[in-house]
């Protein structure tokens, strides 16, 4: 077994101490969380690893083995006891006998769940059969970029067996074969043929290794990857041409700028089909790529391992445009390479698709590279997004290395053909070998993979929408986040209290995920300040959909007298802040052109004479006739509604303990001067819901309510209208 003191980029992060105390199950649990802790090691959400453990029958009693192995759909990184599929190992290899070879493997799958141990729900990955045939106790299969470089080099096997002498190890090699139950046999034959093999590169795939034990497994795991990660490095420092043929252009020193401008108009290119959420990144290595002679041709032949390619489909779309390219000849380039990209992806649908194939999936691409700009990617959400981006960058090291690693002489027959794809079917350039075009479709478009997606969980009602929610800290526009993040939206909570909009966000985050929520600050009467919040949103999601303000001021003094100056700053804050946001908003839905929303907060007050709120009132009946022009003039893709809440005391900054003491003493409603602020506010929601008909409190989740109902699918055939959340206020009703 080798030590860690052989390791030059990982670490060994084992823990005997930690270890110690821990079952099989948790070993195994143990291991895996630290082989994907290290996206070197492997990608989220890809790789796979099992224990073969003797556990007693629960039904004989009896001593059996068990195969233990991460169940579908898993995270290596963040996988749980509970994640594991458990399957008899014994059934499992009895399935041979009714394997009928490949044209049929798809079938075998369909008896796993007859092989499961206990009354486990995981269900059963399609790597299932690569660990229970190989005769080891304990197996990793996983895909380090250094691991998968090798296996994509045309000259690979050869690559392999120089790798082998200088780092002593017997590594075998399996030409390219689509996961399932034939990869099994072969990988099974691969071990009976070198019986004394210590792991196995997958060619275009990835890599297995094994121990005996827990711990040896996981050291052989890394300590061969950290040597393919010397052995590609010290390729790339030999090499004598530059990476990627050199660059073609230069990295723009304004590219985030240039990539915050764009990144809207990209978003709603890519979401034609399904609104997506974006990430951007211009990391080195990506700058090394996109503005390379080779990025194209290499772009075009897609990825090669499986997992990144279920990620950033057949292949990315790169737009080639001119290093000093204006903002509009960058959209244009787009338009033009995004018409082609569209093109391509139906004719390979076409080409490949079977009677039984699903239909064909989103045309758009998930990817998007821009010489001396960056990296655009998409997903349904951020964390998919960011994770699609992190695969592709991933393909980018795959392609650094394989180009590496190329030799003198030119290579006739790559060593990833074999019985699933002739040598003619696989594409090269400058040593690098991409998936072929018929195994991406039979991957991308496999009814194992279709169910796999049919088992994903409905999308919530505001999936894929992405919220910039104004006033978010308290009140109406915290329920309002809080209700939004239960319904799937991506949220962006902007106030001029940066501590409670955080707090809000702590919620929210609770509910929707760690990645969905941001904060902002903004100042709603500085047109430079709501744009700074704007761009914020787009650099965390890509773009905006839903624009959401509950900010307002309802102007007071101690002697009930309003001031000139405070008379301007509520109108200022309560209607012209209101037409500021809406129009840089606008700006963005226009880049857009997807179909976006915008709902503002009146007030009953707007319809509602009284004496000694004048300022209030008017800001009021303003705004509710805004919303009407706004209604007009963004349509028809904008919607803009509001609402006209009757007063909401519980969680409002426009009641401070003094406000609701000089309220209590207008309307002469006894208190106790030692009450809290909280039930101050209580006594003074009593009275004003005794004044409608329904005798409720209005409350900041009503409001929350109606707002989203708004700004949601449910209404797509409603603009310019106001919803009153009054309690039943008849002095209010419309006239």
């Known amino acids: 077994m080798k030590t860690d003191t052989a390791l030059r980029f990982l670490r060994d992060l084992w823990d005997e101490n930690i270890a110690a105390g821990l079952d099989a199950p948790e070993l195994l649990r143990y291991r895996s969380n630290l082989l994907g802790a290290d996206l070197r090691i492997t990608n989220f959400g890809g790789g796979n690893t099992s224990s073969k453990i003797v556990e007693n029958d629960p039904l004989t009693g009896a001593p059996t083995e068990v195969l233990w192995v991460k169940g579908s759909g898993g ?40 092989c499961t141990f206990g009354k486990n729900p995981v269900a059963a990955s399609i790597d299932t059969p690569l660990h229970g045939f190989l005769p080891f106790p304990h197996v990793d299969h996983l895909h380090p970029d250094w691991g998968i470089a090798l296996a994509a080099a045309a000259n690979g096997k050869a690559k392999m067996e120089e790798f082998n002498t200088q780092f002593g190890h017997k590594l075998a090699w399996v030409p390219w074969q689509r996961p399932g139950f034939e990869l099994a046999m072969m990988l099974r034959r691969a071990v009976e043929e070198n019986p004394d093999c210590d792991g196995i590169v997958l060619g275009g795939h990835g890599l297995f290794t094994w121990g005996q034990t827990q711990r040896e497994s996981y050291v052989n795991t890394i300590t061969i990857i950290d040597q393919l990660g010397q052995f590609v490095q010290a390729h790339e420092e030999r090499r004598k041409s530059p990476a990627f043929g050199g660059a073609a252009t230069q990295p723009r020193e304004n590219r985030q700028t240039l990539a915050l401008q764009l990144m809207p108009y990209v978003r709603g290119l890519v979401s034609q089909k399904k609104r997506l959420i974006g990430s951007f990144t211009d990391l080195p290595e990506v700058q090394r790529f996109v503005n390379s002679k080779d990025a194209a041709a290499l772009a075009h032949l897609g990825t090669s391992c499986p997992d990144h390619f279920i990620r950033t489909k057949i292949r990315p779309l ?30 390979y649908y076409q080409k490949h698709a079977l009677a039984d194939s699903p239909a064909m999936r989103d045309p758009n691409p998930t990817v998007v590279l821009i010489p001396g700009i960056g990296m655009f990617s998409f997903g349904k959400n951020k964390a998919e997004s960011r994770i699609t981006g992190e695969f592709y960058t991933n393909a980018i090291h795959v392609m650094e290395g394989a180009t590496a690693l190329a030799g003198t002489g030119s290579v006739t027959e790559v060593p990833q053909a074999g019985p699933a794809a002739a040598c003619e079917a696989f594409k090269v350039h400058a040593n690098y070998v991409a998936l072929p075009v ?55 909570i902007a106030d001029r209290d940066m501590g409670g909009a955080e707090a809000t966000a702590k919620e929210a985050r609770a509910i929707a995920g760690r990645e969905a929520v941001a904060i902002s600050s903004i100042d709603i009467r500085n047109r430079g300040a709501i744009r700074g919040a704007i761009e914020e949103t787009i650099a965390r999601f890509g773009g905006l959909d839903l624009l959401i303000n509950t900010a307002a001021i309802f102007p007071s003094s101690p002697d009930g007298v309003i001031s000139d100056a405070m008379w301007g700053t509520t109108l200022e804050l309560n209607v012209t802040s209101n037409f500021l946001l809406a129009e840089e908003a606008a700006k963005i839905f226009a880049e857009q052109q997807l179909e976006s929303s915008i709902v503002l907060t009146s007030s009953a007050n707007a319809v509602v004479p009284k004496r000694g709120s004048e300022a209030y009132d008017v800001s009021k009946a303003a705004l509710s006739h805004l919303v009407r022009e706004l209604a007009v003039s963004l349509s028809p893709k904008v919607r803009v509604n509001g609402i006209n809440p009757a007063t909401v005391v519980k969680g409002s900054t426009m009641f401070p303990r003094d406000r609701v003491i000089a309220s209590l003493t207008k309307y002469k409603i006894a208190f106790d001067a030692a009450s809290t602020d909280e039930e101050l506010r209580t006594e003074l929601s009593k009275f004003y819901a005794r004044r409608t008909l329904t005798h409720q409190p209005i409350e900041p989740e009503d409001c929350a309510q109606a707002i989203l109902f708004l700004a949601g699918p449910k209404t797509r055939c409603t603009s310019g209208h106001l919803i009153p959340v009054d309690g039943g206020l008849p002095e209010a009703f419309l006239r």
């Open 438 to 492: 018929s195994e991406a479709f039979r991957i991308e478009y496999w009814a194992l993979e279709e169910a796999k997606i049919r088992r994903q969980p409905p999308e919530k009602e505001l999936s894929r929408q992405i919220a910039l929610i104004v006033g978010g800290a308290s009140g109406i526009g915290r329920a309002t986040a809080l209700l939004a993040a239960e319904r799937g939206a991506h949220l962006v």
């Open 318 to 347: 790169f737009v080639p445009v001119d290093g000093a390219a204006d903002v509009a000849e960058l959209k244009a380039a787009l338009i033009t390479a995004m018409d082609t990209y569209r093109k391509e992806y139906a004719e």
């Open 75 to 114: 995270d290596l990184g963040s996988i749980r006891r509970a994640g594991f599929a458990t399957l008899y190992l014994d059934r499992v290899r009895a399935l041979e006998s009714q394997y009928k070879g490949v044209a049929e493997e798809d079938a075998i799958v369909d008896l796993y769940p007859l």
